[in-house]
């Protein structure tokens, strides 16, 4: 196993983070590379929800991007899934950090994803993430009162502000390999393979930064060859443009 290792910073509502998230997983797993999964909030609780099935520029924008984007890479996704609002994703979050205490961490990120933009449930509410505890061989009680406790809310917080203010994450996916960054994350696994060989032959030419890529951040979500090429592409607060 090689001692790169791979950070994904993300959050389960952000459509190209699972766009993403699969080509690199495929690509590292390959390679026996782990990935470390950072959490990213784009709406905290203390800001209004947003609806991005009711929004028709999004709706555009995701089925001519997207779409074909996810069909050549054999994954059939809804975007927007048929959820109003989009769910908060703290608890969801919590959860995450509860499978982790109870070796079910991989398989409940990657149900989460599942969950929204495959089976289009709200990720937002306790019972349908107790519910996939319990799928996953999880005490359900024992699950929903751990992340309505508050157990987890401080290391959440701490990782939502670790990830702004330490690693100056403004969207998601972002991606660093090794010392790499990644910010145009939208890659083919065969794309993600190559850039992985490149730098386990040593080869740490930061090439990949760039802000010309698709993703989403605190202000939406942005797309080259128009007026929101001026910002780095991602995931934010206000939803996936």
Partial sequence: MSNLTIRFVTDY?????????????????????????????????????VDTWNDPVRREKWAATLVPFCE?????FHFPPHVIPRPYTN???MGWYYACEHGKGEEYN???????????????????????????????ADFEQAVLSGRYSKKLAEANRYARQELGVTHVPT???????????????????????????GDDTDQQEN?????????????????EDAAPSGCGPDGCR
Avoid at 17 to 34: F, Q, T
Avoid at 72 to 76: D, E, Y
Wanted: aromatic letters at 10%; hydrophobic letters at 40%.
């Fill in 72 to 76: 050549k890479q054999g994954m059939s």
């Fill in 13 to 49: 509502v952000c459509p190209y983070c699972i766009a993403a998230k699969i080509p690199l997983m495929r690509a590292a797993k390959k390679r026996g590379i782990p990935i470390e999964w950072m959490p990213f909030e784009l709406t905290t609780t203390d800001k209004p929800a």
């Fill in 110 to 140: 990657s149900r989460m994803y599942e969950l929204y933009f495959a089976e289009e449930k709200n990720i937002g509410d306790i019972k349908v993430l107790s519910a996939e505890a319990a799928s996953l061989g999880m005490d359900a």
């Fill in 211 to 227: 802000e010309g890529g698709f993703g989403c951040g605190p202000d939406g979500c942005n797309f080259p060859g128009g007026a």
């Fill in 91 to 93: 608890l969801a979050f």
């Fill in 175 to 201: 991606v660093w390999i090794g010392e790499t960054r990644v910010l145009n994350a939208l890659m083919s696994e065969e794309e993600y393979g190559e850039l992985i060989d490149q730098l386990l032959a």
